[in-house]
C-alpha cells in the first residue's frame, strides 16, 4: 500500500519568511496530492492539491511543487503570517476503482509575530 | 447547517460506558469516513461507507462499530473502550471513493475522547 512521508515534524519561522513541508510518497501509481491545513479545535480543510500531470500549482502565497521521478512533493508558503500557525498534512492517492487517501504525519508550523 | 457536523465536541467515559459519536454532511456527498488522530501519529482511516455500505473496515477492533442509515449521517457506537483509545474522532466526506480529487476529504470538527 501507499506510505507517504512527511517532514519537519514542526518548524517555526519568523513572519514574513517562508516555509517548506516535503512530502515522499511511495505508490508511483500515486496521482493526486493534496495538502490539508488543521487549526487548533478544527478539522483538516483542504488548501490546494496538485495531480500528476502538473509540476507546479500556486495560489496566492501557497505553492505545492511535484517531481514526479523523485515521488516527493513540497507546500511552500511565502510571506507567512500568523494566521498561517497550523498543523499541515500531504496526502496522496489515486484514481481507479476505491482508493483511500494515504495521510503524512503532519508538520506543525508556528510563525512568530 | 453547512460542511460536515460532528456531536458530541467532547465527551469523557469510563470503559464500560456506551455512547454514540455521530456525523452528518449537508454536501450531497456519496461516502463517508471515520478517521482517528492521535498526537504524533498519521490520521488512522477506521471505516468507510459508500453509498450507505461499508467499503473498508481498517483493522478496527470490534469495541468500535459504525452505523450508516443514510448518505448524510455517520455514527460510530463505542463501548467497553480502552484508555489508549482516546484521540480526537474525525468524521469526513466526500463526493466519491473514485480516487483522485473525487477523494477530496470534507472534514467535520471532530469529537475530542476521552476514556478513563
Request: hydrophobic share 30%.
Amino acid at each position: 500500500g501507499e506510505n507517504v512521508e512527511q517532514h519537519p515534524s514542526t518548524l517555526s519561522v519568523q513572519e514574513g519568511d517562508s516555509a517548506v513541508i516535503k512530502c515522499t510518497y511511495s505508490d508511483s501509481a500515486s496521482n493526486y496530492f493534496p495538502w490539508y491545513k488543521q487549526e487548533l479545535g478544527k478539522g483538516p480543510q483542504l488548501i490546494i492539491d496538485i495531480r500528476s500531470n502538473v509540476g507546479e500549482k500556486k495560489d496566492q502565497r501557497i505553492a505545492v511543487t511535484l517531481n514526479k521521478t523523485a515521488k516527493h512533493f513540497s507546500l511552500h508558503i511565502t510571506e507567512t503570517q500568523p494566521e498561517d500557525s497550523a498543523v499541515y498534512f500531504c496526502a496522496a492517492s489515486h484514481s481507479g476503482g476505491y482508493q483511500k487517501v494515504t495521510f503524512g504525519i503532519g508538520t506543525k508550523l508556528q510563525v512568530i509575530p | 447547517e453547512t460542511g460536515v457536523t460532528q456531536t458530541p465536541r467532547h465527551l469523557v467515559m469510563g470503559m464500560t460506558n456506551k455512547k454514540s459519536l455521530k456525523c452528518e454532511q449537508h454536501l450531497g456527498h456519496n461516502a463517508m469516513y471515520w478517521y482517528k488522530q492521535s498526537a504524533k501519529k498519521p490520521l488512522e482511516l477506521m471505516f468507510v461507507y459508500s453509498l450507505e455500505e461499508r467499503v473498508e473496515n481498517n483493522s478496527v477492533p470490534s469495541r468500535f462499530s459504525p452505523e450508516c442509515p443514510n448518505s448524510s449521517h455517520l455514527f460510530l457506537h463505542l463501548h467497553t473502550l480502552q484508555p489508549e483509545d482516546s484521540a480526537l474522532y474525525l468524521c469526513a466526506s466526500s463526493q466519491d471513493v473514485g480516487g483522485g480529487a473525487l477523494n477530496e476529504q470534507f472534514f467535520g470538527p471532530g469529537t475530542r475522547l476521552t476514556v478513563l
